[in-house]
């Protein structure tokens, strides 16, 4: 983005690859929150006129947006109109096999945590909890939702192919199941399986609609609240605590873990879907641990810690279960 110099020794060099990243997630996240794809999407190539009015801006800021956008292959400029360019094409809109535009709308909020982090390190948490801001911009819960929604899409064949039930499970307890992903592949997979799914309200906004279209109002049912405290219920054949455990505590974490494994029936199971810390750090786990901090105050755990967590709990056998993806599977046998 940025080539400060042509000098091959400073190749890589902070302005070059930390400002020209800054200005890249800038201009895409702001893109997608002003709407550029979606209405050259739904609207066709425009002209930097057609473009500023379609999204109800200016023009000089809309083609600063829009040409850094270009350069990076995102849109295209020709003959005077932007249009959406073939990265647009393959990743954004409905038209894509994967829409990631929820991604870019939770990058543009999370700028916004990120931009709090050196004080969160000076205090050893951040001000304000993802939650506590979502109450004060539940836009931002929904836009996180929408994101996780299609993540676990790259990977939900996966996990359901990869999840052990035991024999004749009847009744899924999906803690922080939000989007209903997994309890809808699942149902789906095993026709005698029915789940609850417990979340925040923000978080099961648009997850009653995709259960009706689903055909699976009648086996899969929504309970809007906190996992954190209280009776989760009994009789469960397997509990998914899927890509939650990062975003608390160890006490909670383990608090959560043991009334889960209360809730499980005799030879029940408890599934946890994590990215697992390692004995060094990795590229991707050390990103992720780092936003979790900022996000949450929290971070990402090793495969001792969660094994503990279940076998401190009663839980008799744990195995680990590898994924084509960052995650892994850490389940528990009661």
Request: with cysteine; hydrophobic share 40%.
């Amino acid at each position: 983005m940025f080539q400060t110099t042509t000098d091959a020794e400073l190749t890589g060099n902070p302005i070059d690859e930390v400002i020209g990243s800054t200005i890249r997630y800038a201009a895409l996240t702001t893109a997608a929150k002003l709407g550029v794809f979606a209405v050259l999407e739904d609207g066709g190539p425009k002209t930097l006129d057609e473009l500023a009015a379609a999204i109800g801006a200016g023009t000089d800021g809309t083609r600063a947006v829009a040409d850094v956008a270009a350069v990076l292959g995102w849109l295209t400029l020709e003959d005077g109109r932007y249009r959406n360019g073939p990265l647009a094409e393959r990743w954004l809109g409905k038209d894509a096999e994967f829409d990631f535009t929820p991604a870019l709308l939770w990058a543009y909020e999370l700028t916004n945590v990120l931009w709090e982090l050196p004080q969160a390190v000076r205090d050893g948490k951040p001000a304000q909890s993802l939650w506590e801001r979502w109450a004060d911009n539940p836009g931002a819960g929904r836009d996180f939702a929408a994101y996780m929604k299609v993540k676990s899409r790259l990977t939900v064949d996966a996990i359901v192919d990869a999840v052990p039930l035991p024999d004749g499970a009847r009744r899924l307890l999906d803690l922080g199941g939000s989007h209903g992903l997994h309890s809808l592949a699942m149902c789906r997979r095993h026709p005698g399986l029915s789940a609850t799914i417990l979340d925040l309200p923000e978080a099961l906004a648009d997850t009653g609609t995709a259960i009706e279209q689903a055909g699976l109002a009648d086996r899969i049912t929504l309970q809007r609240g906190s996992f954190l405290s209280g009776d989760l219920g009994s009789g469960y054949d397997v509990v998914f605590l899927f890509e939650i455990v990062h975003n608390h505590t160890d006490a909670e974490n383990r608090d959560l873990i043991a009334r889960a494994a209360k809730a499980l029936r005799p030879g029940g199971r408890i599934a946890i879907l994590e990215d697992v810390r390692g004995e060094r750090p990795e590229p991707h786990n050390a990103a992720f641990s780092l936003a979790m901090y900022a996000c949450s105050g929290d971070r990402t755990y090793s495969l001792p810690e969660i094994s503990g967590w279940l076998t401190d709990a009663g839980l008799k056998t744990v195995e680990r279960i590898s994924l084509p993806s960052s995650v892994s599977l850490v389940v528990g046998s009661k």
